[in-house]
């Protein structure tokens, strides 16, 4: 640890042992009167403590450190894992409703209205105009379905018939949007299917929403929670070769900062991940996608080449 520029003292360590961020070490005696020393065999605990040292100096809680280490293949208790990620999408609902006394839905528009002022200042023009007006219909839109509030729940039975409505309502938006993508330095705007925008929502609806991701972290069993840890250390590892074969020379270096960024996003997708691998299909088109990815990545790698 202390070579790497982390600094681990007995009582951290013990600590993070006890609440499970290290797993127990075995300890013998020095002799009469000379006290007891612990120690591990498994070297891979040194990474494990200085992952879970960078993941707490930048203010993951420990829960959720827990589950970043699990993520990375580190033994760590289910239990503990799932409140990590129950903690994490209630954030999500937290963050969402801010600081409005009447629920999530209306504490999306407040943050949809702060956005849409906040983006008329910037380009000099005004929330109320026609852009401001589409943007503002757009990103709330965007959120409801996300959340999974508002108009953006079907009735029961009209699911087909709310995609259809949504994915015209969506891309009357971004036609009214379209002139004014140039000020974002598009020279122009890529045109879209009502067939994609449909199943986009779709998806989002039945799988990413955050209604949907508290239900499969609440309700998935320890099989699901397997296959979806499998594919982000899959996904992880490719992106980790792909840095190898793309800067060989800097490799080492960029891996302590890539093992951070890679933790922080596969936690924060963990859970819509985990929503897909509960959907054969949806499971078996990850699996696929994640092995054409695979072999692309070995053809390019010099590894694997020579």
């Not at 498994?42 to 200085?50: F, G, H, M």
Request: positive net charge.
């Amino acid at each position: 640890m202390e070579r790497s520029g982390r600094r681990l003292t007995p009582r951290t360590a013990r600590n993070w042992w006890t609440v499970g961020l290290l797993p127990h070490p075995q300890r013998t005696g020095l002799g009469r009167g000379q006290g007891t020393v612990s120690f591990w065999h498994d070297r891979r605990v040194v990474t494990q403590a200085e992952i879970a040292h960078d993941l707490l100096g930048r203010g993951v809680s420990l829960r959720g450190t827990a589950a970043g280490l699990w993520l990375l293949g580190f033994p760590m208790a289910l239990e503990t894992v799932r409140a990590a990620f129950v903690d994490q999408v209630a954030g999500h609902y937290r963050r969402g409703r801010g600081r409005s006394r009447d629920g999530l839905e209306a504490g999306l528009w407040q943050h949809v209205d702060h956005f849409v002022r906040s983006d008329a200042r910037a380009r000099g023009g005004s929330a109320g105009d026609e852009e401001g007006v589409a943007l503002h219909a757009l990103t709330g839109e965007l959120l409801e379905l996300i959340c999974g509030v508002g108009d953006s729940a079907p009735e029961v039975g009209d699911s087909a018939q709310w995609s259809v409505d949504m994915a015209a309502e969506l891309l009357f938006q971004i036609e009214v949007l379209k002139p004014f993508t140039q000020r974002y330095g598009a020279v122009e705007f890529p045109g879209v299917q009502a067939e994609t925008v449909e199943e986009v929502a779709t998806w989002i609806r039945q799988t990413a929403s955050l209604r949907r991701q508290h239900e499969a972290v609440t309700r998935a069993r320890r099989h699901d929670w397997v296959r979806a840890r499998r594919l982000v250390r899959i996904a992880i590892g490719l992106l980790d070769r792909a840095d190898a074969a793309a800067s060989p020379q800097q490799h080492a270096r960029n891996r302590a900062l890539f093992t951070r960024l890679a933790v922080g996003w596969a936690r924060l997708l963990f859970p819509i991940l985990l929503a897909v691998v509960r959907a054969p299909e949806q499971r078996r088109m990850a699996t696929d996608a994640l092995l054409a990815a695979g072999a692309i990545v070995r053809r390019r790698s010099p590894v694997c080449n020579n």
